[in-house]
């Protein structure tokens, strides 16, 4: 059965870091992994998706890495800002079927501090 | 519409009551997706659907749950005789065709509240 752990739980930071959140998972049959943004009170917002050949993906200060074999993705976020504040899910989509039945970590909480 | 529209925003219901919740998705989207958000568990999926049919109800978590979607368009979960482990946010996302490599967009969901 595919897990995904995201550790860690919250991470607090002063604006201008430099920070990675990491995203593991126990099956590394997979067809992608994404990145989403979870503002309180708000649904979800796709910021990266890695296909299962990719090794990585970047949008704007946001670099996501996916290492398949190992079952890992990091989230780099370069030069944090206040703005940043959200809890941050990592999600595979498991390599058999077509369903839309992402596996999504429990998340990492961030507060980027000005 | 421009993006994924829930309602109601915010439902609180006694145990025992149905309650049914809507999803509007982005227009020309034939996929459709239900996910529940609780403390503790994380996200969870529901259902899927392509169009009007679902190919994957395994997620539903017992047979008080249902959803229908009806003109390829929107959706409602319906939840009979509610209990109060249902109390959760109910998120609804949808992609343009349901391939595996399409990113989803999610509406901000419906906040239920079982009393």
């Known amino acids: 059965k595919q897990e995904v752990t995201q550790i860690p739980a919250a991470l607090s930071v002063p604006e201008g870091e430099n920070l990675v959140l990491n995203c593991s998972f126990t099956?590394?049959?997979?067809?992608?992994l994404q990145w989403f943004r979870q503002d309180p009170g708000k649904g979800l917002t796709s910021l990266l998706l890695?296909?299962?050949?990719?090794r990585e993906q970047t949008s704007g200060r946001l670099n996501a890495s996916l290492d398949k074999s190992s079952g890992r993705s990091t989230l780099y976020i370069a030069a944090s800002q206040p703005g940043d504040s959200a809890t941050y899910l990592c999600?595979?989509?498991?390599?058999?079927?077509?369903?839309?039945?992402?596996?999504f970590g429990q998340g990492t909480t961030l507060q980027v501090k000005p | 519409g421009a993006g994924v529209s829930q309602s109601p925003s915010n439902k609180v219901t006694e145990k025992g009551k149905d309650v049914e919740l809507r999803c509007d998705p982005i227009?020309?989207?034939?996929?459709l997706y239900w996910y529940r958000q609780s403390l503790g568990q994380g996200l969870e999926f529901l259902i899927y659907?392509?169009?009007?049919?679902?190919?994957?109800k395994s997620g539903l978590p017992s047979d008080r749950f249902s959803a229908e979607r009806t003109g390829g368009s929107v959706s409602t979960l319906t939840i009979q005789r509610t209990q109060q482990e249902d109390s959760a946010v109910y998120l609804c996302?949808?992609?343009?065709?349901?391939?595996?490599?399409?990113?989803?967009?999610f509406g901000s969901g419906t906040q239920l509240s079982v009393l």
């Open positions: 227009s020309g989207h034939t996929a």
């Open positions: 996302a949808s992609s343009k065709t349901g391939t595996t490599n399409e990113k989803l967009f």
């Open positions: 999600a595979v989509y498991p390599g058999s079927g077509n369903t839309g039945k992402l596996i």
């Open positions: 890695i296909q299962s050949s990719q």
């Open positions: 099956d590394s049959a997979i067809y992608n």
């Open positions: 659907f392509q169009g009007n049919s679902a190919p994957d």
